[in-house]
């Protein structure tokens, strides 16, 4: 199909403000957003961003034309597919840590150079790399101390042992390292986005103590090389007899490795450009030296190296102090004694007094490389652990002992044990050999594949190394003789390295190249350390270390390099590589272990975005490894892995408590999820048992209009309630329509829950739009929970003002409460004068919480109470239970079965039970019924005309003065009360409203007040006896137009001059009003300084004709108590006496 196409030219951009430019703006302003550079939370805007690498222009590409003008809604918040394609096809995986710098250096003050794509494979980015870190100080300087004391058996078992560990670490590791990018953090990154900011951040700070230390470690091993093997005259400490040798050595390993740190540190802050262009040196010594090994091997099967040993009888004497192997020499015709006689005798004489021991065995000299077709290797098959200063021996060889107990000198020059050594010790200082594996994670950024590279490169170094270190078991084993192997420092043969005495062509080979790769590794851990500290830090999970993110210009993390030499100097002080080295096996394990259970969580969860490249993975691998690890943790040193785990725990608390604001998709975070819901299966089996009820707590809040909690009181009790316990939902209802109250809604969310914080209320807040209250609280009734977990009491505050209230919907509304309550069977605690209770910082030193029990309620006010006195607030309340006795009831045994109840039910509670004998109504009860009555009728008026409404007001009023005209012609006085209302006022009130309130006093009750929190009503409250009229302003004027009222004042006059007639009063109203008076009398005179009254609350009744006289009940029900609570139970027992 044919196009006819216009080219046109585009006129120049307009001024800032025009339609193109502000297009332009937005536009940019949106794409920004999609690339994560707003995002919040995780510090890492690349990990929310579909672009993994975006570039301004792309920023500010606007959509043009109009294939796609369906979707130009969409476009604003929604990349197009084509540059989605476009972000990914451009991506240019930075060269991340160490390289980022060494470029920022080189680009400084300069025009910085185009960043070409790294084009590193497998060979060079992970293989090298990863054999570089693993092999190290461990293999040259204490292999062979390891195979010679554990055997090699127990060698054999304890290297595969370590190397299985690492292999299905490494096996883990590929799986997470190949789910996505791995940015810089390695195995930091990999954990906390794996297991969540609280574990990532625990790990990752153990990780870093882990390679901090390792770089002590490293240091340790160049200064032993450096002191015992190359220059050993530039000790500075000397020994001056050979007890003192070893303080002496770790004095200078002290001063020397704090100097060493220095300049190390030093190099490392001036530029890391220098530390990796001499990594390629470093790596070749150490390859060159493990050739070396191997060639020596090869040699000593046919023509072993010289080195002999000398033994006095089955001990290994040192070399340091004789130089021919004998007691006597010849000299011409003549005998005369060696120095080595003068070392064990009291003079150079033959006649000289000797040590018993030299006197009684033969000298003699062995090789100490036999070579590998010696069949030394059946000796040296079994372990021969030693304890600290014993001499080492030669098993097989004959001796003549000496009695048990004599004491060893040791000043003689004898070959000692330096430590007590045992299996677990060894696993402890072998297992840093054979970390390093996170090398090639570390540099994802820096491989042209690294989802294909970083699988196959780890796990052929892992695969090389483990080789290397299985095959030099067996071979040290077949070729050095045992007591050269046991001889830690190679005192046997002259002070030479053990392994280098095997190495071909020269030992200086093995001695300079060890030299060099542990300065190389410590260098690396030093520029690894901060790196990782700066990655912990700029994450933000952990406040106090934000400093360390901080560094130079180029990023070059300052801070976190000092912080890591002060960490590396404790490390030197200990000045002892065997006790190092447990230490940093401690962190490495630790971050193994959670690598392992990262791979297994995310396979077990199955989470869609799981989707690894590298498929030979199974969660039981990793379960394995991680049991593995955690095994070695304990086998190394059970009280180094307790501390370990100890300082995780308190940095995952802390990060917990503190830090952990970030949303990274983790899989803790989908446990929990698989766990709630296999929790909310469970809870679906049926309900609970009594002995595991608890208030679960729906709690109604209402907002004012700035989304602000009106009675923060409730969410206090709430807490005093709940103490962090069960389920508390705490529910609002707003008015309007969703679409339009949406973000109200979102802003109360957000204001309900500081207010749950700073209350320290534990729940969930739901806040639901509909288009009435009353809709609305139904819709959390029912729909509030999930499942088995749901609500069981509603918490609500009492409507204080129900009788102002234009539409008189509010007491409607919590009417409708109760009765929904009920059918649902739910417990209603309805709390009145809620300001009045006490927020959480309060105590009470004194007082009571009294309960008022009518009816049974399956025991809710029994607990009530009991969960109350826990909390703080009302903990040194006293508990007193009230219950009424009617003629027929027996009072004494009454108040003996309920104290044996109580006991029975392990609750101290005072019991008292009050006498309500039978009375005649009083003329107070009359009157109240009389009102509220009047009140009623006047109410239904709301919806008749406005002619029809006056005239039913004029027939009520006539009905009253007729009747109180017969009764009492002289008593009371009418008010007629027309309020002058403003034009705001008018406004706010749209519909008219008219108040009836006859309030008279009786002389058996004082008269009735406003209660405690609450607003007064009216002026009619003021006094007792006046009946208040109270007309709208459209009545009002109403009135003035049509003329003299049919209530003149005359006849107002005459009202409230007489008595009420109660005879055509309902009886019903009557009995109740009566009740609630008589019972009011009763808890007043009881319970007026008591903290806290529960009491049974009423249910309403069932012909809704009545409702309003149902609020009136109550309201009599509770005048005059400070705080109130009304309990309503969901109709099931809710405590227990069994056990």
């Not at 379960?623 to 308190?650: E, H, P, R, T």
Request: charge should be neutral.
């Amino acid at each position: 199909m044919s196009r006819r196409f216009t080219v046109t030219s585009l006129p120049p951009a307009g001024p800032a403000g025009t339609p193109d430019r502000e297009f332009h703006r937005h536009s940019a302003a949106d794409l920004r957003q999609l690339s994560g550079e707003d995002a919040k939370g995780d510090g890492n805007p690349k990990e929310s961003s579909p672009f993994i690498n975006s570039t301004d222009t792309e920023k500010g590409k606007e959509y043009d034309g109009k294939n796609m003008a369906l979707f130009e809604e969409e476009m604003d918040t929604s990349p197009m597919v084509s540059s989605l394609l476009s972000g990914l096809a451009n991506y240019t995986n930075l060269p991340q840590g160490s390289r980022e710098h060494e470029e920022a250096e080189n680009n400084e003050g300069g025009k910085k150079k185009p960043v070409q794509a790294p084009r590193m494979g497998t060979f060079m980015g992970v293989y090298l790399p990863c054999l570089q870190n693993i092999f190290g100080v461990i293999l040259f300087l204490r292999l062979t101390w390891v195979v010679g004391i554990a055997g090699i058996m127990e060698s054999f078992c304890m290297v595969f042992i370590c190397c299985s560990c690492t292999m299905l670490t490494a096996i883990s590791m590929s799986a997470i390292a190949t789910n996505g990018v791995v940015p810089a953090g390695g195995s930091y990154y990999m954990i906390s986005r794996s297991l969540g900011p609280e574990f990532g951040g625990a790990v990752g700070l153990c990780f870093y103590l882990g390679t901090t230390f390792a770089g002590a470690m490293y240091i340790l091993g160049t200064i032993e090389i450096l002191l015992a093997y190359l220059f050993p005259a530039m000790a500075i400490f000397k020994a001056e007899d050979a007890s003192g040798e070893a303080a002496a050595m770790l004095n200078n390993m002290r001063v020397y490795g704090t100097c060493v740190l220095t300049c190390m540190a030093t190099v490392v802050f001036v530029g890391v450009k220098y530390v990796n262009k001499f990594a390629l040196v470093f790596l070749g010594c150490v390859i060159l030296s493990i050739l070396a090994i191997y060639a020596g091997v090869i040699k000593s099967a046919f023509d072993p190296p010289n080195f002999p040993i000398c033994l006095l009888g089955n001990r290994t004497l040192s070399r340091h102090g004789f130089d021919v192997c004998a007691k006597l020499a010849w000299e011409g015709n003549e005998t005369v004694t060696t120095r080595l006689w003068g070392l064990f005798c009291s003079s150079r004489f033959l006649n000289a007094t000797c040590d018993e021991y030299f006197t009684r065995n033969n000298v003699t000299e062995i090789q100490g490389i036999p070579g590998a077709a010696s069949g030394l290797i059946k000796e040296n098959l079994w372990s021969s652990y030693l304890t600290k200063g014993v001499i080492v021996e030669r098993r097989g060889m004959p001796s003549v002992g000496l009695a048990d107990g004599t004491p060893v000198d040791m000043d003689h020059p004898y070959v000692f044990s330096d430590m007590t050594s045992y299996f677990t010790l060894l696993v402890g200082i072998y297992f840093p050999s054979v970390t390093g594996i996170m090398a090639g994670s570390n540099r994802s950024g820096d491989l042209r594949d690294a989802q294909k590279s970083i699988p196959t490169g780890t796990i052929l170094a892992i695969a090389t190394t483990s080789a290397v270190y299985i095959s030099s078991v067996v071979l040290f084993g077949a070729c050095i003789e045992g007591v050269v192997l046991r001889d830690k420092f190679g005192e046997a043969v002259n002070g030479n390295l053990v392994v280098g005495t095997l190495a071909w062509p020269s030992p200086w080979v093995i001695v300079i190249g060890s030299f060099f790769s542990t300065c190389g590794a410590g260098l690396q851990s030093l520029t690894g350390a901060p790196r990782l500290l700066q990655a912990i830090s700029r994450d933000g999970i952990v406040p106090f270390l934000q400093v360390f993110g901080h560094g130079k210009a180029n990023g070059e993390p300052t801070w976190a390099l000092l912080l890591t030499a002060c960490i590396c100097e404790i490390g030197i002080l200990i000045a002892s590589l065997d006790e190092v080295a447990p230490i940093l096996s401690m962190f490495f394990l630790m971050c193994y272990m959670f690598v392992n259970l990262a791979c297994a969580v995310q396979t077990l969860l199955r989470t869609p975005n799981w989707r690894p490249r590298f498929r030979y993975y199974h969660w039981t691998l990793s379960f394995l490894g991680m049991s593995l690890c955690l095994a070695l943790m304990f086998i190394c040193s059970w009280y180094y892995a307790l501390v370990a785990m100890l300082i995780a725990g308190l940095i995952y608390k802390y990060i917990e408590y503190r830090g952990a604001e970030k949303e990274w998709g983790d899989g803790i975070r989908g446990l929990s999820l698989s766990a709630a819901r296999y929790a909310l299966l469970r809870l679906e089996e049926g309900p609970p048992h009594t002995k595991n009820w608890r208030p679960q707590l729906l709690v109604l809040v209402r907002v004012d209009q700035d989304q602000n909690v009106v009675h923060p009181q409730l969410l206090s009790l709430t807490s005093q309630l709940k103490a962090g316990k069960g389920l508390t939902i705490v529910g609002s209802v707003l008015e309007g329509t969703f679409l339009d109250n949406h973000p109200q809604a979102q802003r109360a969310e957000e204001s309900i829950r500081r207010l749950m914080e700073a209350e320290k209320v534990k729940g969930f807040c739901q806040v639901v739009i509909s288009s009435n209250l009353r809709d609305g609280v139904s819709h959390l009734i029912q729909s509030g929970g999930l499942g088995g977990l749901q609500h069981n009491t509603v918490l609500v505050g009492w409507p204080r003002n129900w009788r102002q209230k234009e539409d008189h919907q509010t007491w409607r509304n919590f009417i409708e409460l109760v009765r929904e309550t009920t059918a649902g069977h739910l417990a209603l605690l309805v709390t009145k004068n809620v300001s009045m209770f006490p927020g959480n910082p309060e105590r009470f030193s004194e007082g009571s919480i009294d309960v008022w029990w009518i009816v049974h309620d399956g025991g809710m006010l029994m607990l009530l109470p009991f969960l109350l006195r826990h909390h703080k607030v009302w903990r040194k309340c006293k508990m007193r239970i009230f219950t009424v006795a009617q003629m027929d009831d027996n009072s004494i045994q009454m108040k003996k079965d309920l104290t044996t109840f109580l006991y029975h039910l392990r609750i101290t509670a005072e019991v008292e039970v009050v006498e309500m004998h039978e009375s005649d109504i009083s003329a107070y009860t009359y009157e109240k019924t009389l009102v509220m009555e009047q009140r009623s009728q006047i109410l239904k008026q709301m919806h008749l005309t406005k002619n029809e409404r006056e005239r039913e007001i004029q027939s009520i009023t006539d009905e009253s003065r007729g009747s109180i005209r017969r009764k009492n012609p002289a008593n009371t006085r009418l008010r007629l009360n027309v309020p002058e209302e403003t034009a705001g006022d008018s406004e706010e009130k749209p519909e008219e409203e008219v108040q009836l309130i006859h309030d008279q006093s009786a002389p058996s009750c004082p008269s009735s007040s406003p209660s405690p929190g609450e607003e007064p009503e009216g002026e009619g409250d003021a006094d007792p006896e006046k009946v208040h009229l109270t007309w709208t302003k459209d009545k009002s004027a109403a009135e003035k137009n049509k003329g003299p009222s049919p209530v003149s004042s005359e006849g107002i006059k005459d009202f409230f001059s007489m008595k009420p007639e109660w005879e055509n009063l309902n009886q019903s109203n009557v009995r109740r009003m009566h009740t609630a008076v008589r019972l009011n009398e009763v808890i007043v005179k009881k319970s007026r300084d008591a903290k806290l009254v529960l009491l049974n609350m009423p249910g309403p009744p069932r012909n809704r004709n009545g409702d309003e006289n149902y609020m009136e009940f109550l309201e009599v029900l509770t005048e005059h108590l400070d705080r109130v609570m009304l309990v309503r139970g969901g109709g099931r027992e809710v405590i227990t006496i069994y056990s």
